[in-house]
């Protein structure tokens, strides 16, 4: 009995420690991180109870494991800032037809030390005016969930925010480039 609540207390001194080391890398903020987390908590969780459990009530302890590693795996994903490759899968599920990429940046990383990922895009489009550019780029984040007030981002035709949960976006004001063209700054910032 005694080794048995040793065991139970080394599976959980595991999952604690290997949560926080996950929390702390922004693992589960990747594309597929979920998958990932599951997968390293559920096999340190079974395998401490592999080593020392008993034969008895091993199945209740292998599931209540599981069950508790998948849990943790999703609060971990619920709470990661997403990484910079995220953020530039959501800026490429925008729908900008008539818009294409002049420039691109990338920073940061998924720990947010020194920062947390940001990507910035400056798109060129079609000549129109501010507004019309404005609205183009408002309604495309709307589409997309985004929360934001298009009237009020509209009416100004400078820049405006939107946010969804772990993101926040900032449109620049439109700008006419040197060789004539209607480009627009957008930045996807992890919070």
């Given at each position: 009995m005694?080794?048995?609540?040793?065991?139970t207390?080394s599976?959980?001194?595991?999952?604690?420690?290997?949560?926080?080391?996950?929390?702390?890398?922004?693992v589960a903020?990747y594309?597929?991180?979920?998958?990932f987390?599951?997968?390293?908590?559920?096999a340190t969780a079974?395998?401490v109870?592999a080593v020392?459990g008993?034969?008895?009530?091993?199945?209740l302890?292998y599931?209540?494991?599981?069950v508790?590693?998948?849990?943790?795996?999703g609060?971990l994903?619920d709470?990661a800032p997403?990484?910079?490759?995220?953020?530039?899968?959501?800026?490429?599920?925008l729908?900008?037809?008539?818009?294409?990429?002049v420039?691109?940046?990338r920073?940061g990383?998924?720990?947010?030390?020194?920062s947390c990922p940001?990507?910035?895009r400056?798109?060129?489009?079609?000549?129109l005016?501010d507004r019309g550019t404005?609205?183009?780029v408002?309604n495309?984040?709307q589409?997309?969930?985004y929360q934001?007030d298009i009237?009020r981002?509209v009416t100004s035709?400078?820049?405006?925010?939107?946010?969804?949960k772990?993101?926040k976006?900032?449109?620049?004001a439109p700008?006419?480039?040197?060789?004539?063209?209607?480009q627009?700054?957008?930045?996807?910032r992890?919070?």
């Amino acid at each position: 009995m005694r080794k048995q609540k040793l065991v139970t207390i080394s599976a959980v001194v595991a999952l604690a420690f290997l949560t926080a080391g996950l929390d702390i890398m922004g693992v589960a903020g990747y594309r597929f991180g979920f998958v990932f987390v599951s997968l390293v908590l559920v096999a340190t969780a079974v395998g401490v109870l592999a080593v020392g459990g008993s034969p008895g009530m091993a199945r209740l302890w292998y599931l209540a494991a599981v069950v508790g590693a998948i849990a943790i795996a999703g609060l971990l994903v619920d709470r990661a800032p997403f990484s910079v490759p995220r953020l530039a899968s959501e800026m490429d599920a925008l729908p900008l037809p008539l818009y294409r990429v002049v420039e691109e940046t990338r920073q940061g990383n998924s720990r947010c030390r020194p920062s947390c990922p940001v990507v910035t895009r400056i798109y060129a489009g079609p000549l129109l005016d501010d507004r019309g550019t404005v609205l183009d780029v408002a309604n495309a984040l709307q589409l997309r969930g985004y929360q934001l007030d298009i009237a009020r981002a509209v009416t100004s035709a400078t820049s405006f925010e939107a946010r969804r949960k772990r993101v926040k976006v900032t449109v620049s004001a439109p700008t006419l480039s040197s060789s004539g063209e209607r480009q627009v700054a957008i930045t996807f910032r992890a919070s």
